[in-house]
């Protein structure tokens, strides 16, 4: 078995590339390979200027409506299976299924479904499910399971466009458990998270665009996320946005103006109540070579000494060479209130004794980017830019050693790895850059780069006691640069290939007693993920394929005391109709 997984490795090796999956019998669905962004109706009459994300996921085919999506992801989570992500808005590709098992009895199951009902309505499934069954060598009970189902509804009207979503997902982890010899007092059976989550929105934006015509779009959101037995959060949002385009500066056939804001309520039941309502108001210019924001960020937050915030909201984009070179910066400001929802989609080892009305508000006083984007030959895309943000309460995760547990029929006492929660003020620096080549019609190339350097400080009102200094040394876990690249090769009608890769800098982790300031800060090994796949179309729209995760077995660390499962074969079927 060892030489014939070691014979398709290397196999795979020799060519890669991948199947972009997906077509549709949609004409409003496209396939977008580069990272262009998708402009919103009220928008279509100017260019958007985006900044760089250092967001990477391995793969990211997407494929998009022209005005709302239906939303599923074609692969699974890449880098672990441990990090709970909490994925309420991906993409769907038409009608498709994917089935699967892997070597460790991983079984892979995707459904997705789309029909128009009507000609003025139109229907989307999905079903998602991955687990695995088997632990991992030397950890007790290491299993996980993830599960999503998905409903979304679209209907057409002349005034505009309601779409109405529900997403469930249901997700299981055990806490890693490492054997301890020496007798330990059993603190918590706290063996594991089961988290279920219910996102459920309904969002309307109006025909025609804003030129000359006001122009509106609204949403409303509830979110629960809960882990059993422990905290339930509750979480309901309302956006809008009103605008309207005219000419009154300018030449009138190549310049437009938009008068507009953005209002958003925010409430958020989690021991406590915490509300934020925010207002953005913006004036933009955009002309055949420019575009303009002049804008401003105001909020009202509560159980805050500092109830009110203002923030600029400035953007400035200039194109040149026919829009083949874009230049861009921007300068603004942002406060929001940590969530049950963000801390679990980040880490869902936390503990749950701590007080979560002291979660509070993340400020976001300085938010400086700049960049330079071009088009060559309309065949590559290259982007470069930088970020300088200064944020109070930022938050990062120390590990706690004090959880233990035993296991029904095990007389053994485990060790159990649990995560507390630390704020600091943190001065952040980011370059970033992305490249995507089209190299021809059967080979492409994307790669995502980011270098990032932080310094820590205490919160503001905390006094510099002794023994402080090591607590804000380092931004625990995160990378000091980042590096994604994927490569897909169509070898002909029946044959394609993938590899995809993703590498993180050395990462920096606090472990010990907060409250007694006793604390190891540990070093960890920079972390590399290498997959392949391969995808032979046995006939029209049904193939099947081979998927090799983690291809080193390299049991890197995402937090401390929590390895990745390591080498991984999947192989199944696809099936598009």
């Known amino acids: 078995m060892r030489l014939e997984m070691r014979y398709l490795a290397m196999v795979l090796l020799l060519a890669v590339s991948v199947d972009a999956y997906s077509q549709s019998h949609n004409e409003q669905v496209t396939v977008e390979g580069t990272y262009r962004p998708q402009i919103r109706k009220s928008e279509r009459i100017v260019k958007e200027s985006s900044s760089p994300n250092i967001n990477f996921n391995i793969p990211d085919y997407k494929a998009n409506t022209s005005d709302f999506d239906f939303n599923y992801e074609m692969e699974l989570e890449s880098v672990s299976p441990n990090s709970y992500v909490d994925d309420q808005k991906t993409l769907i590709y038409d009608n498709f299924l994917k089935a699967g098992i892997g070597t460790m009895l991983s079984p ?4 997705n479904h789309y029909s128009d009902i009507t000609r003025s309505s139109s229907l989307g499934l999905g079903v998602r499910h991955n687990s695995t069954w088997l632990n991992m060598k030397d950890y007790s009970s290491s299993s996980y399971m993830n599960n999503a189902f998905n409903i979304a509804l679209l209907n057409k009207f002349k005034v505009g466009q309601l779409k109405t979503d529900v997403d469930y997902r249901y997700d299981m982890y055990h806490l890693r458990a490492v054997d301890i010899n020496d007798p330990l007092i059993f603190v918590n059976n706290d063996n594991g998270r089961n988290i279920h989550s219910l996102n459920a929105s309904s969002a309307f934006a109006a025909s025609g665009s804003s030129y000359k015509s006001l122009y509106e779009e609204i949403k409303l959101d509830y979110q629960y ?16 946005n009103l605008c309207y385009s005219d000419n009154w500066i300018g030449n009138k056939d190549n310049n437009v103006q938009t008068l507009g804001a953005d209002v958003s309520l925010a409430f958020n039941r989690l021991g406590t109540m915490l509300t934020l309502i925010k207002l953005s108001p913006y004036f933009d ?28 909201d400035i953007k400035a984009a200039l194109f040149v060479l026919n829009n083949k070179l874009e230049f861009y910066a921007s ?21 749950t004794n701590f007080k979560f009305g002291d979660f509070g508000y993340e400020k976001t006083r300085v938010d400086l980017r700049a960049g330079i984007k071009v088009n060559i030959l309309n065949d590559v895309d290259v982007h ?7 944020i109070n309460n930022d938050m990062f995760f120390v590990a706690t050693d004090d959880f233990y547990a035993k296991y029904e029929g095990d007389e053994k006492t485990y060790r159990l790895m649990a995560f507390d929660i630390m704020y600091a003020n943190c001065n ?8 995507r080549w089209k190299i021809n019609g059967k080979w492409s190339f994307s790669a995502d780069f980011a270098y990032n350097t932080y310094a820590l400080s205490m919160p503001d009102g905390m006094n510099n006691d002794s023994g402080l200094d090591t607590l804000y040394s380092h ?6 640069f980042e590096l994604c690249f994927k490569t897909d090769y169509k070898m002909n009608e029946k044959w394609r290939f993938d590899l995809s890769a993703l590498m993180w800098g050395k990462r920096y982790s606090l472990e010990g007693n907060l409250d007694a300031m006793e604390y190891v800060v540990s070093e960890l090994e920079p972390l590399f993920d290498l997959q392949l796949g391969a995808n032979y179309e046995v006939k029209d729209n049904f193939t099947v394929f081979a998927e090799i995760h983690n291809v080193l077995n390299d049991k890197y660390q995402i937090y401390y005391s929590y390895p990745s499962y390591g080498f991984q074969l999947y192989l199944g079927i696809k099936y598009r109709f």
């Not at 892979?108 to 459904?111: G, I, L, R």
């Not at 470069?384 to 200064?390: I, L, T």
């Open 331 to 351: 300068l603004s400001g942002d406060n929001r209130f940590y969530s049950l929802k963000d801390i679990l989609a980040d880490n869902p080892f936390i503990i």
């Open 108 to 111: 892979v199951f995707m459904y």
């Open 384 to 390: 470069a830019g930088m970020r300088y943000r200064k």
């Open 285 to 312: 210019m955009n002309g055949a070579f420019y575009r303009i924001r002049l804008g401003a960020n105001m909020d009202v937050k509560t159980n805050d000494s500092d109830s009110f915030g203002l923030h600029p």
């Open 475 to 480: 931004a625990w876990y995160k990378p000091g």
């Open 225 to 240: 996320t809960g882990i059993c037995g422990s905290v339930n959060e509750h979480l309901i949002q309302l956006k809008s």
């Open 428 to 435: 952040e620096f980011d370059f970033m850059a992305n490249l």
